[in-house]
Structures are given as C-alpha cells and as structure tokens.
C-alpha cells in the first residue's frame, strides 16, 4: 500500500478529509462512507465522486464519470452490496495518439455501496446521462420506517 491510499482512525471511520459523516455514511457501508478496494472505495487517483439522495420512495447514487462508455459499465447486488464498476477498453496506442498535454484518460474503476436491508434489490434501475451514472433504488417499506418519539414520564 503506497501512502497516497493510508489513513488515520479518524478518515477511514468519517471518510475522506471528514466527507460522508452524515446519515448516509452508516447506511451504506459497514467501515465508513465507502467500501470496496482502497480506503474510500477505489483506487485513490481514480475514485469517481457519487451523491446520495434520499426521497420519500427512493435512494438514488449519482456518479459522476464523464467521457465514459455507456456499454463499459457493470451493476451488480451480491450479498446486498451494490457494486458500479467500470471496464475501460484497452487503448488504441496507434502512432496518431501522440498528446502533447494529456491529463484525462479513462480508466476503470470500482464504487460499492452496502445496501443494509434498505433496498428493493429487485427493482434496481439505472441510466448514465451526461457523464452522469444514476443508480435508483426503491426503498424497502418493511426497513425503512420514520422514527419514533418516546415520552418520557
């Protein structure tokens, strides 16, 4: 493990530089907001960046991973982790692609996301709209209930 992907106790239980301590960061995951290969979810110089939100109904993950091919991208649920991995194809590396400059070139990469019994796994649904991976997962009524309030006597 080089020291770009090390971590304190504090990053690897809060995320990364404190990111993802909120609600959603113990929905998801078992050690953190991110789980997967590395400390935040992926190789540390090609994590794609994702937003949780929640409606009354849905939990939808937006990655954002522009310039990719729709084709190239995998969903899977096993064992109630959602994984959205991405398979770069081998690049042509004819004599015409010669960069000057380059600082962007696709590659492949891995995000899960642990589900903790909150999602219809069944009725999954996703669609990458420009750059943008948008993963829709219905709420399992049956585990997702609004809180209660105790009177105190």
Not at 11 to 32: A, E, I, L, T
């Amino acid at each position: 493990m080089n020291n770009q992907q090390t971590t304190t106790d504090n990053q690897s239980q809060y995320g990364y530089r404190g990111r993802g301590c909120g609600p959603f960061s113990k929905m998801f995951s078992g050690k953190g907001p991110f789980s997967g290969k590395g400390p935040w979810g992926g190789a540390f110089g090609n994590r794609k960046a994702a937003n949780i939100e929640e409606t009354d109904s849905v939990f939808k993950i937006s990655l954002y991973a522009a310039g990719l091919v729709k084709t190239n991208f995998k969903i899977s649920v096993s064992n109630d982790i959602l994984t959205i991995a991405y398979n770069a194809p081998e690049g042509n590396k004819s004599e015409e692609s010669k960069f000057a400059y380059q600082e962007y070139q696709p590659s492949s990469f891995e995000r899960s996301f642990q589900l903790n019994g909150k999602v219809l796994t069944d009725s999954i649904s996703a669609e990458y709209i420009d750059g943008v991976m948008i993963v829709t997962m219905p709420k399992n009524p049956d585990t997702n209930r609004p809180a209660q309030e105790v009177n105190v006597n």
